[in-house]
């Protein structure tokens, strides 16, 4: 009997640590899907943060300040924080589905861009020569390029590659898993001869699950080592920082379900014990009779 018992006992606690490490990535897996694997978490950050009507100013600023002597009033309204939000959320779009052919139109800006200049210069009796028209060109592509350089964020297509790398097995996976958590539990309470005893170990598999999801994010946060990294203008930094501390909080979140669980079977162990101690009581009595 007592060999019995103890190998109850290991099995009990490989099924457990099994069990637990499961969770754990369970929740974990379901916290990143929801936050910056999530395309419409990430457009809601960058919404939040004022991204589209930052990029728009600096974008216009940037292109104010490049050389060749056209006046500054010819780039005002040339682009608004509309035509940035559909290209952000193209190019956002893109990298989380794993577009590799999508490349962003900058046809019409740059048309629009010409079309600015020599209307300047016809209506102001300047001539252009052909020389002029090269150089124009030139700033035309620059004006281009700086555009697509600060609607382009620098983040999204590393964040798109882990995703796609995530969500090729994510449904079949989480669905795999919850099915083996389901067969563990029902394996573990079978092979104890007192049920409460099986419950507890299902309340040290989600205690354990949620010290291990706890532990990342609270690492993180507390070396703050993502804020170190350099990105610039401010509000791209501002906007990664918050996607990364966004995720971080919710695996916290995570933890917190995962324990929350695990002390809502602790009533569950008290209620299986008595009903075990009145059976074992009861039955002592009718032998006894």
Not at 85 to 103: M, P, Q
Not at 106 to 126: E, H, I, V
Not at 242 to 250: Q, R
Request: with cysteine; hydrophobic share 50%.
């Amino acid at each position: 009997m007592k060999k019995q018992h103890i190998l109850r006992q290991v099995i009990s606690s490989f099924i457990a640590f099994v069990m637990s490490l499961l969770l754990f990535i369970l929740t974990m897996g379901a916290c990143l899907s929801v936050t910056v694997f999530h395309r419409d978490f990430v457009l809601d950050t960058l919404e939040k943060a004022g991204f589209y009507d930052k990029t728009v100013n600096t974008v216009l600023d940037n292109m104010k300040a490049l050389p060749g002597g056209v006046p500054a009033e010819l780039f005002d309204d040339l682009i608004d924080a509309n035509l940035v939000r559909k290209d952000i959320i193209n190019s956002v779009t893109a990298a989380f589905s794993g577009d590799s052919a999508y490349r962003l139109d900058l046809q019409p800006l740059k048309d629009s861009l010409m079309a600015r200049f020599t209307d300047y210069a016809a209506n102001n009796g300047l001539a252009i020569s052909e020389e002029s028209k090269a150089n124009l060109q030139t700033l035309v592509d620059t004006c281009a390029d700086v555009y697509r350089d600060q609607v382009t964020i620098p983040f999204i297509d590393t964040f798109g590659q882990i995703r796609l790398m995530f969500s090729k097995g994510y449904t079949v996976g989480m669905v795999i898993i919850v099915l083996l958590c389901a067969l563990l539990a029902l394996f573990l309470m079978s092979i104890r001869r007192y049920k409460h005893r099986g419950v507890r170990f299902l309340v040290y598999s989600f205690s354990c699950a949620a010290l291990m999801t706890a532990a990342l994010p609270a690492f993180v946060l507390i070396n703050r080592a993502y804020e170190r990294i350099h990105l610039s203008p401010q509000y791209v930094y501002d906007s990664f920082v918050s996607l990364v501390s966004s995720s971080m909080y919710a695996m916290l979140i995570g933890a917190a379900i995962l324990l929350l669980l695990a002390l809502a079977l602790l009533p569950v162990v008290r209620l299986l014990k008595k009903a075990e101690i009145r059976k074992e009581k009861a039955a002592k009595a009718k032998e006894e009779h």
